[in-house]
T-cell receptor, first 116, second 114 residues
Framework: GAGVSQSPSNKVTEKGKDVELRCDPISGHTALYWYRQSLGQGLEFLIYFQGNSAPDKSGLPSDRFSAERTGGSVSTLTIQRTQQEDSAVYLC??????????????FGPGTRLTVT | AQSVAQPEDQVNVAEGNPLTVKCTYSVSGNPYLFWYVQYPNRGLQFLLKYITGDNLVKGSYGFEAEFNKSQTSFHLKKPSALVSDSALYFCAVRDKDRDDKIIFGKGTRLHILP
């Protein structure tokens, strides 16, 4: 079946521009996560959705970052007025809340964002 | 809140030797514990999990992990390391106190030396 997809796969943008990153989770997965990963480093948690609500937004680095999820499915991460320190790979993962796969996260391929 | 700790940033093991990647956790109640792997230039993949039952959990690529409640540990192991096991490994726990959010450790880079 289809996995988690993210678009675009690569995005190069100029400093100060806004960008939108999209995540399509696995159908039926209620949980959706956004992470950021700098080259070869650990995962930096950004935000977590259960359905359309975000119980935990504590990882968003600044008010330039926002995310929404509609219909319990697609999520969009928006970064306004991008800065060079925003350059990283942005990963999305989805997870079922119950059943045999509870807690298992399925990761998308990521969006590599480069701010010039 | 639940948490996991991976005390080693990097582990080096000779090919053919047994490997262990350490993880300790702090939870209230019974933990749900996970291991994930990220191979070079590839996405993160689920390896194995512990929810209940046998303390020794077997996963993909010949890996296993042992749940030890008294030591609050969930170390990842493999009897004989392969060069292709070189990757970044993450331990994770489900935080039941925070709406089932999954909390990741900072990761351990495993180098298998030929």
């Amino acid at each position: 079946g289809a996995g988690v997809s993210q678009s675009p796969s690569n995005k190069v943008t100029e400093k100060g521009k806004d960008v939108e990153l999209r995540c399509d989770p696995i159908s039926g997965h209620t949980a959706l996560y956004w992470y950021r990963q700098s080259l070869g480093q650990g995962l930096e948690f950004l935000i977590y959705f259960q359905g359309n609500s975000a119980p935990d937004k504590s990882g968003l680095p600044s008010d330039r970052f926002s995310a929404e999820r509609t219909g319990g499915s697609v999520s969009t991460l928006t970064i306004q007025r991008t800065q060079q320190e925003d350059s990283a790979v942005y990963l999305c993962a989805s997870s079922p809340r119950g059943g045999a796969g509870v807690g298992e996260q399925y990761f998308g391929p990521g969006t590599r964002l480069t701010v010039t | 809140a639940q948490s996991v700790a991976q005390p080693e940033d990097q582990v080096n093991v000779a090919e053919g030797n047994p490997l262990t990647v350490k993880c300790t956790y702090s939870v209230s109640g019974n933990p749900y514990l996970f291991w994930y792997v990220q191979y070079p230039n590839r996405g993160l993949q689920f390896l194995l999990k512990y929810i209940t039952g046998d303390n020794l959990v077997k996963g993909s690529y010949g890996f296993e992990a042992e749940f030890n409640k008294s030591q609050t540990s969930f170390h990842l192991k493999k009897p004989s390391a392969l060069v292709s096991d070189s990757a970044l490994y993450f331990c994770a726990v489900r935080d039941k106190d925070r709406d089932d959010k999954i909390i990741f450790g900072k990761g351990t880079r495993l180098h298998i030396l030929p």
